[in-house]
C-alpha cells in the first residue's frame, strides 16, 4: 500500500484567501484523486490528476476555484481559492492501488480546512 | 450516473450485537465495491472489497458479498464492539472513479 502524507494536517483560513494543500506519496503512481468532505458528509470527488496533463474536474467543481498542479508523479497540490465558510471541509488526497482501475484507492489522512 | 445508497444513521448497538448494514448500487457494468471505514479522528481506511460477483469480502469480522441480482453490498458482522464504533462508508468503482455512499455512523455501547 502506498504512504499518503498531506500538508497542512489541519488550519484556520481567513474568508477571501487562498490556500495550497500539498500531497506526497511515497511510490510513484499514474492518477491522484482530490476529495472533499463537508462536515458531516460523505467523500465527493473533486477531481482526477494525472501527471504531464490537466486535471479533470467533476461537476461543480471548477479550476479557477481548485487549481491542481501535478508535477511529477509522486507530488500533487490542490488549492482552494478565494475561500468562504462553505469551504470548511476536509480535503484528502488519494490514489490508485494499480488494480487498473478496478481497485481500491489508498487516502492520506486530509486536511482540515477552516474558514471564518 | 453510477451512485451508492446507504442505509442512513446513526445506527446504536449494545456491545455482541449483529450488526448489518445496507448498501444498494447503480452502475453501468460490473464495478469493484468496497466498504471503507473513518473511525474517530482518523483516516479513511479500506474494510473489505469485493471485485466481481458473488465475491465476499471479508476482514476483522466483517463481511460483504457482492450480490449482482439484487445490486448489494450489505455489511455484516455477527458480534460488534466497542471498537468498532466509527462511520462506514459503502463505495464503488466504475469508470475509474471511486463513488461513494452517504456512510452511515455507528455507535456501540458496551
Known amino acids: 500500500s502506498a504512504v499518503i502524507s498531506q500538508k497542512p494536517s489541519r488550519d484556520i483560513c481567513q474568508r477571501g484567501t487562498s490556500l495550497t494543500i500539498q500531497c506526497q506519496v511515497d511510490?510513484?503512481?499514474?492518477?491522484m484523486f482530490w476529495y472533499r468532505q463537508q462536515p458531516g458528509q460523505s467523500l465527493t470527488l473533486i477531481a482526477t490528476?494525472?501527471?504531464?496533463?490537466?486535471?479533470?474536474?467533476e461537476s461543480g467543481f471548477v479550476i479557477d476555484k481548485f487549481p491542481i498542479s501535478r508535477p511529477n508523479l509522486t507530488f500533487s497540490t490542490l488549492t482552494v481559492s478565494n475561500m468562504s465558510p462553505e469551504d470548511s471541509s476536509i480535503y484528502l488526497c488519494?490514489?490508485?492501488?494499480?488494480?487498473?482501475?478496478?481497485?481500491?484507492?489508498?487516502f492520506g489522512e486530509g486536511s482540515r480546512l477552516t474558514v471564518l | 450516473g453510477d451512485s451508492v445508497t446507504q442505509m442512513e444513521g446513526p445506527v446504536t448497538l449494545s456491545e455482541e450485537a449483529f450488526l448489518t448494514i445496507n448498501c444498494t448500487y447503480t452502475?453501468?457494468?460490473?464495478?469493484?465495491l468496497f466498504w471503507y471505514v473513518q473511525y474517530p479522528g482518523e483516516g479513511l481506511q479500506l474494510l473489505l472489497k469485493?471485485?466481481?460477483?458473488?465475491d465476499k469480502g471479508s476482514n476483522k469480522g466483517f463481511e460483504a458479498t457482492y450480490r449482482k441480482e439484487t445490486t448489494s453490498f450489505h455489511l455484516e458482522k455477527g458480534s460488534v464492539q466497542v471498537s468498532d464504533s466509527a462511520v462506514y462508508f459503502c463505495?464503488?468503482?466504475?469508470?475509474?472513479?471511486?463513488?461513494f455512499g452517504q456512510g452511515t455512523e455507528l455507535s456501540v455501547k458496551p
Open positions: 511510490s510513484q503512481v499514474t492518477m
Open positions: 463505495a464503488l468503482r466504475g469508470g475509474g472513479k471511486l463513488i
Open positions: 490528476a494525472n501527471q504531464g496533463s490537466e486535471a479533470t474536474y
Open positions: 469485493a471485485t466481481k460477483a458473488d
Open positions: 488519494s490514489v490508485d492501488s494499480g488494480a487498473a482501475n478496478t481497485g481500491e484507492l489508498f
Open positions: 452502475a453501468t457494468g460490473y464495478p469493484s
